[in-house]
Nanobody, 120 residues
């Protein structure tokens, strides 16, 4: 079993910054793929940023140049630094981790979601 716990969401004014954190715990051998997604009300979850172990980050066009994804493998954690926030960034943000468990199962785990609200 793998758990992802997110933190760092909240309310910020347009132009401001927030940093989201997500820590994985449980029976983990390794984590290959880590990512952030977001979901707008009434919409499907969409990719924001991804970072495979040893790979290059990928970003949605809407956040390029404003958001930065990073990870700390020693802490099984992924981060999303969000700058120059816009009201249209308001959404629930979810982290995702593709984990090789200690029982050698490949698991895709999701965090519980954290609300980010950007006021105009």
């Amino acid at each position: 079993q793998v758990q992802l716990v997110e933190s760092g969401g909240g309310l910020v004014q347009a132009g401001g910054s927030l940093r989201l954190s997500c820590a994985a715990s449980g029976s983990i051998l390794s984590i290959d793929f880590m990512a952030w997604y977001r979901q707008f009300p009434g919409k499907s979850r969409e990719m924001v940023a991804t970072l495979a172990n040893g790979g290059n980050p990928n970003y949605a066009d809407s956040v390029k140049g404003r958001f930065t994804i990073s990870r700390d493998n020693a802490k099984n954690s992924v981060y999303l630094q969000m700058s120059s926030l816009k009201p249209e960034d308001t959404a629930v943000y979810y982290c995702r981790a593709d984990v090789l468990s200690s029982s050698f199962h490949l698991l895709t785990s999701w965090g519980q979601g954290t609300q980010v609200t950007v006021s105009a």
